[in-house]
């Protein structure tokens, strides 16, 4: 068993900053890929950033420039640093891992969500 936490969330105000972080504990051989997306009201769950075991990093177009995602492999962390967010960031930010994970002496591998957290900004 594989378990993610975020944390991290809060209110903030326009212009401000805001950093989330995730980690991934259990049984863990390797994280391929991690990353956060998130849902706003009513609208689709999107990408919002990934990185992968090599450091490879990937954006959406939304966040280029104001969000950086970076990991800590030694613990399994993600985070994500917000600045310069806007009312449109607003929304629940989920963190999801792609793992490699020992389960009764098998290597398995499957994504692994955490509960979400809350970034809600406005003045």
């Known amino acids: 068993q594989v378990q993610v936490v975020e944390s991290g969330g809060g209110l903030v105000q326009p212009g401000g900053s805001l950093r989330l972080s995730c980690a991934a504990s259990?049984?863990?051989?390797?994280?391929?890929?991690m990353g956060w997306y998130r849902q706003a009201p009513g609208k689709q769950r999107e990408l919002v950033a990934t990185i992968t075991s090599g450091g490879n990093t990937n954006y959406a177009d939304s966040v280029k420039g104001r969000f950086i995602i970076s990991r800590d492999n030694t613990n399994n962390t993600v985070s994500l640093q917000m600045n310069s967010l806007k009312p449109e960031d607003t929304a629940v930010y989920f963190c999801?891992?792609?793992?490699?994970?020992?389960?009764?002496?098998?290597?398995?591998?499957?994504?692994?969500w955490g509960q979400g957290t809350q970034v809600t900004v406005s003045s």
């Open positions: 259990g049984s863990i051989v390797a994280i391929v890929v």
């Open positions: 999801g891992a792609d793992v490699k994970y020992i389960s009764n002496g098998y290597t398995l591998r499957r994504e692994y």
